[in-house]
């Protein structure tokens, strides 16, 4: 089992005995995963690491990752998530990074995404957008980015009408509805022609314990940032009608949208001003999503790690697993195990057997000690993608 402590327990299984008890992962093995889980991405070598200590997307992570994960793995891998959302939203729309001559990111924080977004455009080609002072000047001074502060009041804010991307990752899930339709008509204003915005919400049907309003459109004063207003930002659930229905109210020209597209938890919609953009084939990306949950061994060295994978778009299906301890040579792990608890709570019948495992003897070479270990996924899609970055240890024998 996964403990309450910051590394993976070697847990009971059979015979199998528990060898390990810390209380935190350290500093030092923080900054050593997030390393591996960017060169396991290939992002080590002009990644930006610097985390502002007022990051409240980091710090609610800190606050609510699962036992023996990394708040920094997962601020990583939840950045790059919006990334390569927009690599399939453009490609969908028939266009690549590199036909981007202005691109806003709209409520960019303290650069979860930026930093991301700048390993596959030049930076000067990237505005940021912030209502927090001091984020403004972070994103602008550490990522070489422009960077301007925003407004509660949509009219307050100026922007030129020349934008081929705009984004937004959750903003709009956190609106309430007057401020959800100015922003999404004062955003889709400063768009190029041919040009493209991207938001997020909530759906209707994610935390099922806030009662929804019957109108489709839900606003609750309350969220995880202490900085702003719960009148001005809290949090939103809307439906696709809904969405729908203030798009065209707003002369939205087209609509889509996709649900869960985001960190399986936020829908994702692309709107434009142009009539002529062509979005009806547009489908949810190919995304690995798993994890590591198990590591046990026993004083005889015998060893079995076991997790789950699943690629997130429909149709599509993890191939391998394979493991990677502290940069050696990958390891193929045996999939097909059953996982209904996975398929239960992600509400997707086709994961019940998205369950991986590798055991056997552990080498005589293998030293007691600290590990990371990276779990790779790969898609029948040809994605090949990092999903989880474990720390374990090896006991003494």
Request: charged share 25%.
């Amino acid at each position: 089992m996964v403990g309450s402590s910051g590394l993976l327990h070697l847990s009971f299984s059979g015979n199998l005995l528990p060898r390990l008890d810390r209380n935190e992962i350290s500093m030092d093995m923080h900054l050593r995963l997030g390393r591996a889980y960017l060169e396991a991405e290939g992002l080590a070598s002009t990644f930006v690491e610097t985390i502002h200590p007022e990051d409240e997307m980091h710090s609610t992570l800190e606050a609510t990752v699962g036992a023996g994960k990394s708040a920094r793995v997962e601020y990583w891998k939840s950045g790059r998530e919006v990334i390569l959302a927009l690599e399939n939203i453009l490609s969908h729309c028939g266009k690549g990074w590199g036909d981007l001559n202005h691109v806003l990111e709209f409520a960019c924080g303290y650069g979860r995404v930026t930093r991301h977004l700048i390993q596959v455009v030049d930076p000067k080609v990237v505005e940021g957008s912030e209502i927090l002072g001091d984020a403004v000047k972070f994103v602008r001074e550490t990522f070489g980015v422009r960077a301007f502060e925003s407004s509660t009041d949509p009219d307050q804010l100026e922007l030129p009408p020349h934008f081929d991307l705009i984004f937004a990752s959750s903003l709009f899930s956190h609106l309430p509805r007057h401020r959800f339709e100015q922003w999404l008509t004062k955003l889709s204003h400063a768009l190029a022609p041919g040009g493209i915005l991207v938001f997020s919400t909530h759906g209707s049907t994610v935390r099922s314990e806030v009662p929804k309003d019957s109108t489709g459109f839900t606003f609750i004063r309350q969220s995880e940032s202490a900085n702003l207003s719960t009148d001005e930002y809290g949090s939103t659930f809307v439906t696709p009608e809904v969405v729908e229905e203030i798009a065209r109210d707003c002369q939205v020209a087209r609509i889509a949208g996709v649900e869960r597209e985001l960190w399986s938890l936020q829908d994702l919609y692309v709107a434009s001003r142009d009539p002529a953009l062509r979005l009806d084939d547009w489908r949810n990306m190919s995304f690995v999503r798993g994890s590591i949950d198990r590591f046990d061994t026993s004083p005889e060295g015998q060893f079995r790690i076991s997790g789950w994978a699943a690629d997130a778009a429909a149709g599509e299906k993890v191939c391998e697993v394979t493991l990677l301890v502290d940069g050696s040579r990958e390891v193929p792990a045996i999939l097909g195990q059953e996982r209904q608890d996975v398929a239960n709570a992600h509400s997707r019948s086709e994961w019940s057997h998205s369950g991986w495992y590798l055991e056997g003897i552990l080498p005589p070479e293998i030293a007691a000690g600290d590990y990371v270990i990276a779990a790779f996924g790969h898609s029948s899609s040809g994605r090949r993608m990092c999903f989880d970055v474990r720390a374990i240890e090896v006991p003494l024998a």
